[in-house]
């Protein structure tokens, strides 16, 4: 499938991302880098403002995608996950509770179904969109 390479992708740039972790704690723990605490969680507070925005900011959009264009309804009638991730959208795997994780690892999980598509946005799951009230 073409989104199963995405979840080993991520798996590895988690994997990396706290070896890193480790390596940078280890660097503070030993008395390095303490001249640069300062500017990095800075930095490291602005990448997460940014993910939180990314991820969460509707910028005010809201009334084009439904009232204007019905989104809502051309998503829980037509649009199902495998469609949707073929046009670039993501899901955020941290955001989907274990049971559904594993229906999508075991094939119970229709990634063909539209109203698939639905419980995603409601569990706000789709990176980049919100669809709470879909």
Known sequence: MKHAGGWARRSSVWRLAGAISVTAAAVVACGGGAAVDGPDA????????????????TFGDEAQWTDALALHEVIAAAVD?????SVGLKVDAEA????????????????KDPATTVALLKLNAVVGVRGPNI
């Open 81 to 85: 996950p495998m469609t949707a991730m």
């Open 42 to 57: 800075a930095q490291a507070a602005l990448a997460a403002q940014g993910r939180d925005i990314f991820r969460y900011d």
């Open 96 to 111: 989907l509770p274990a049971a559904v994780v594993a229906g999508i690892q075991d094939g119970s999980v229709d990634l």
